[in-house]
């Protein structure tokens, strides 16, 4: 069935615009990674809320997020040109050229050509997008070391220069920080904080990582304990990060995680034990927390309007801007901004001081989550591109057997590709475009917004699989049975 | 069975286009010429043959082996000459060469550069970039140096000028003498004539005559012309019993035909006569075939 001769053909015939395609979505895909502005989207996003532009927004608050402009339109008309020229030049313009006439004079069967044909389109296509997918990851490693570690910030990067220490080792080892007074000085001037959030924050993100850290150890010695218990799903097993943050509890009882979370938190094992203790009665006192409360209580519900006002008071107060000192809370707490907001808001200094601390953490936390790669959605995501480009190759493969003449494959096997971009194209770039768009394009199956929500989109991607293998094989029995003008 | 026998080949086009009935027989060795004008069929025939098209109904079968169902087998022993030549890929002319005796595995490159040679082929030149005369000499060169038992070539010898195509006649010749079964097809009546054992003659596709090339080239009929001086001498002449072609009573001229053997015969009466010339027509294929064409229409 495969011809090698043939195969090989194929590649000197193409492999220029192969490597020309690969290498301008590299770099493009790797652009849109090292230039991702975590804050930056942050604000514009905040400003462009209730805009038209809020849809294009909406996505880009996590590195991944912001990826789905480059997905959905750049690697796909990228993935479309490649396809739908080397789909014409590898059978009709062969037949329509008559060069055809001199493979087939040769002892090899319409079937082999046709098969080894398509499937050179095809592994060149699936080549292309794991070279892509890489090079995302790589530039995403490089530019931020959080495929295989944490995120490099730029108080890490502040504080390695004060410590003399690589970015690297530091983001593993960030007690260090917090234990020199200068490189905390310097990493909280980095992140716009002062001291006191900044110390916070560092506590909360020690405090996450040496979770992390217990969390993965629990669920292997889990997995060693159900593996064979056929009543335990995986899931069940698995213990998340999340799951420790409500229940610090379950360290206490492995020594190996207490181990592990005390190294992250750079103390004893005594010390992280004490420690966890702290956090089991705070979490309880949280539970059973009704303190004397001061007049006005800050609750969830009322937290962001709270917040608002104070940023609102302390502006006038301070003569300055509001969105001015949403960049920069900071500023709330000046004593002047401070005496505003108590008046304005009838909230004591405490809390106030404590709501802009929170405010703070809470933002710069929301950048840390912006930059962290989730190499799973990543993997979905390159797939569910893959799995499309290969079901709009055989859109334009089917059309180039089908058909004798060059123009009218171009027309059908380019046109229908090309009609399938601009409805993506108007769909991801509108705001309320009509649902029907929906149905007229298969880009639709391959669903980034539930790939990134974590949504169900498997269905979707099993459809294009099957458009894909359908018309391939139909490609197959077209071309083996047909007239051939040579 | 013959070494390449097409049955009742039909595949209709409609509006009157495509083959019909087209039974050919052709056997181990012989240079077949295939003749027609533009459109008459030649080359849906021959497509048939290399098995690019399936038949309406009929069939061609090639040693034995089932041209469309078996395509793949009958190329072991088939080169061929497309009517329209483009060449696959990107490459020299030499890599080209190269690559089809890989695919075909047969032939050598030895020959190749020979016939290169002859041809006055230069085959570094990209195939993309090469003149019409340029290809038809690749394509030659890539079926004569591929050694095949069959060759079967549409219009092999388009774009070449008249010394190419006396020497391309001329390999004709040599492969005819190492038992190559050739098949022709040409729309220039001279070239089949001189190398061709048999002519086959396809007209609006079907086939309207098969001719055998000796009775053509040895053919012992022979007509001749001549003119009288006196109208007497003239009268006189016609008295005599022999097979008259055509009379010119007002130039006095007369158009004989006469087998070889009575060619003494005549020419001792034409002693008595006073002639101003007196000469053989010679008879070509050319003449043949329109004859034909004339008598079908």
């Known amino acids: ?486 | 069975m013959a070494y390449i026998d097409i049955k009742h080949l039909t595949k209709d086009y409609g509006n009157g286009q495509g083959i019909f009935d087209v039974s050919l027989e052709i056997e181990k060795g012989e240079i077949y010429g295939f003749v027609g004008i533009n459109g008459a069929g030649k080359t849906t025939t021959i497509r048939h043959m290399m098995g690019f098209l399936k038949p309406d109904e009929g069939n061609v079968t090639i040693n034995g082996l089932d041209a469309t169902k078996s395509s793949a087998e009958v190329k072991r022993y088939v080169s061929y000459i497309p009517g329209e030549i483009n060449f696959p890929g990107n490459k020299s002319g030499e890599e080209f060469l190269k690559d089809q005796i890989y695919l075909s595995g047969r032939g050598s490159w030895e020959r190749a550069k020979e016939l290169s040679n002859l041809l006055q082929l230069d085959v570094t030149a990209n195939v993309r970039s090469m003149s019409k005369g340029m290809k038809q000499k690749t394509a030659i060169v890539s079926a004569f140096a591929s050694d095949a038992d069959i060759l079967i070539m549409d219009e092999p010898s388009t774009g070449l000028d008249p010394l190419m195509r006396d020497i391309f006649l001329d390999l004709l010749k040599q492969e005819k003498k190492q038992g190559k079964t050739i098949l022709m097809s040409s729309n220039i009546f001279q070239e089949v004539e001189e190398v061709s054992d048999r002519v086959a003659v396809i007209r609006e596709g079907k086939i309207i005559d098969i001719t055998d090339m000796v009775d053509i080239r040895y053919n012992e009929n022979k007509s001749y012309r001549m003119e009288f001086k006196s109208l007497a001498d003239f009268e006189r002449f016609l008295s005599l019993d022999y097979q008259l072609n055509k009379v010119k009573a007002e130039d006095l001229q007369v158009f004989i035909q006469i087998h070889d053997k009575n060619i003494n015969h005549l020419i001792q009466d034409l002693k008595d006569f006073d002639l101003v010339y007196f000469k053989e027509i010679k008879f070509s294929f050319e003449d043949y075939i329109t004859e034909i064409f004339k008598e079908e229409v």
């Open chain 1, 1 to 486: 069935m495969f011809s090698k001769p043939i195969f090989k053909q194929s590649i000197k015939t193409n492999w220029k615009l192969w490597a020309i395609v690969t290498i301008v979505a590299s770099i493009i895909l790797s652009g849109f990674i090292i230039g991702y502005d975590a804050a930056g989207y942050a604000t514009i996003a905040a400003a462009a809320e209730g805009t038209a532009f809020s849809s294009l927004l909406s996505s880009m608050d996590s590195l991944l997020g912001n990826l789905e402009n480059f997905y959905k339109l750049i690697a796909l008309i990228l993935g479309i040109v490649y396809v739908v020229f080397t789909a014409n030049t590898l059978v009709v313009s062969e037949v329509d050229s008559g060069s055809m006439a001199y493979t087939l004079s040769t002892p090899i069967k319409r079937s082999s050509v046709i098969f080894t044909k398509s499937l050179y389109l095809i592994s060149s296509v699936i080549l292309m997008y794991v070279i892509v997918s890489l090079a995302g990851l790589g530039a995403s490693q490089l530019q931020y070391n959080n495929v295989t570690g944490y995120p490099i910030t730029e108080d890490i990067e502040k504080a390695s220069e004060t410590l003399d220490k690589s970015e690297r080792y530091l983001s593993e080892r960030l007690y260090l920080i917090k234990d020199n007074e200068q490189a905390m000085r310097d990493a909280a001037a980095a992140r716009d904080m002062d001291l006191d959030a900044y110390s916070i924050y560092l506590g909360e993100v020690i405090k996450d990582h040496s979770y992390e850290k217990a969390a993965e150890i629990i669920t292997d010695e889990r997995w060693n304990i159900y593996e064979d218990d056929d009543d335990m799903e995986d899931d069940d097993i698995e213990i998340t990060t999340e799951e420790l943050i409500k229940n610090p509890a379950m360290i206490v009882k492995s020594n190996d995680a207490l181990t592990a979370g005390a190294r992250v938190q750079g103390i004893s094992v005594n010390e992280y034990h004490q420690f966890l203790s702290d956090e089991i009665a705070a979490l309880e006192a949280e539970e059973n927390n009704e303190k004397s409360q001061p007049t006005v209580t800050v609750t969830e519900a009322n937290g962001e309007l709270l917040l608002q006002a104070v940023v609102d008071s302390s502006a006038k107060a301070l003569n300055m801007d509001s969105a001015q000192v949403k960049e920069n809370l900071i500023l709330i707490k000046d004593s002047i901004a401070l005496e505003a907001s108590m008046k304005a808001t009838d909230l004591n200094e405490e809390q106030i001081i404590a709501m802009a601390n929170n405010a703070m953490v809470s933002s710069a936390r929301s950048v840390d989550a912006a930059l962290e790669f989730d190499t799973e959605t990543y993997f979905w995501l390159s797939l569910g591109l893959l799995i499309l480009i290969l079901a709009i190759s055989s859109v334009s493969f089917f059309a180039s057997t089908l058909f004798n003449r060059t123009g009218l494959a171009l027309a059908i096997g380019g046109g229908i590709p090309f009609a399938f971009f601009l409805l993506t194209m108007v769909q991801q770039l509108m705001d309320d475009t009509p649902v029907i768009l929906e149905y007229l394009t298969i880009t639709t199956l391959f669903d980034t917004d539930a790939i990134l929500a974590s949504g169900e989109f498997g269905w979707g991607l099993v459809a294009l699989g099957t458009i894909a293998f359908v018309l391939y094989t139909a490609s197959n029995i077209i071309f083996t049975k047909k007239d051939l003008p040579l």
